[in-house]
């Protein structure tokens, strides 16, 4: 098994993940052994997805540094996460935006909520976070609190980009989607209008 050490070595040197400062930052200060279940803190530092309860599974972290390095996160950002699952890349943003930001995170299941906040309870100073649950009936995003700088959504799209979800998002705002496979980053350049760049390749847990 790696050590953590070792881990990031790799994902500067290897996946090449780690190349922005406010992203190496955060991942250095956030340890991926604090969101992991017991059974799993040995392979915390390995490169792979791993279980997290509710048959979900937190992303592996080159997966997850990629996505966030697409969101072009700044300080002062308010950004909306959805299907945080441990609260993992919930805790990497919020460290990333700093105190005059805001991460909101949205999550189907009521145990991965209350597990996501115990996992960020272990961080004192990460308190610019509002985490809440909803259900398959209600809408996907959190529109209250809308618009964002920022969508992540961290579960798969099945087939199609929400559309009540983009229009959460600020003009000139950025959401990183994963939909059937292939990630996407779209640019909002109107009410009704996006920029997209298409990255294929990868696997997720569904977005119910």
């Given at each position: 098994?790696?050590?953590?050490?070792?881990l990031i070595?790799?994902l500067?040197?290897?996946?090449?993940?780690?190349r922005e400062?406010?992203?190496?930052?955060?991942?250095?200060?956030?340890?991926?052994?604090?969101?992991?279940?017991?059974?799993?803190?040995?392979?915390?530092?390995?490169?792979?997805?791993?279980?997290?309860?509710?048959?979900?599974?937190t992303?592996?972290?080159?997966?997850?540094?990629?996505?966030?390095?697409?969101l072009?996160?700044k300080?002062?950002?308010?950004?909306?996460e959805?299907?945080?699952?441990?609260?993992?890349?919930?805790a990497?943003?919020?460290?990333?935006?700093?105190?005059?930001?805001h991460?909101?995170?949205?999550?189907?299941?009521?145990?991965?909520?209350?597990?996501?906040?115990?996992?960020?309870?272990?961080?004192?100073?990460?308190?610019?976070?509002?985490l809440?649950?909803?259900?398959?009936?209600?809408?996907?995003?959190l529109?209250?609190?809308?618009?964002?700088?920022?969508?992540?959504?961290?579960?798969?799209?099945?087939?199609?980009?929400?559309?009540?979800l983009?229009?959460?998002?600020?003009?000139?705002?950025i959401?990183?989607?994963?939909?059937?496979?292939?990630?996407?980053?779209?640019?909002?350049?109107?009410?009704?209008?996006?920029?997209?760049?298409?990255?294929?390749?990868?696997?997720?847990d569904?977005?119910?």
């Amino acid at each position: 098994m790696q050590t953590r050490e070792e881990l990031i070595i790799s994902l500067k040197n290897d996946t090449r993940v780690l190349r922005e400062t406010l992203i190496e930052k955060a991942f250095e200060e956030i340890d991926r052994a604090d969101f992991v279940d017991d059974d799993y803190k040995i392979e915390a530092y390995e490169d792979y997805a791993l279980p997290i309860g509710e048959g979900q599974t937190t992303s592996r972290p080159t997966t997850i540094l990629f996505m966030i390095e697409l969101l072009d996160v700044k300080r002062g950002d308010n950004i909306l996460e959805v299907g945080f699952g441990s609260g993992f890349a919930t805790a990497l943003l919020s460290s990333m935006v700093g105190d005059s930001g805001h991460i909101y995170g949205v999550e189907q299941s009521d145990i991965l909520l209350e597990k996501a906040k115990n996992n960020i309870g272990k961080y004192d100073h990460l308190n610019n976070i509002t985490l809440q649950g909803r259900s398959s009936k209600t809408p996907v995003g959190l529109p209250e609190y809308a618009p964002y700088d920022k969508i992540l959504v961290s579960a798969e799209a099945k087939d199609e980009i929400p559309v009540d979800l983009f229009m959460e998002l600020k003009i000139g705002g950025i959401m990183v989607i994963p939909v059937s496979g292939t990630i996407y980053k779209l640019v909002k350049v109107s009410d009704d209008g996006f920029d997209s760049k298409e990255y294929p390749g990868f696997s997720f847990d569904s977005l119910s």
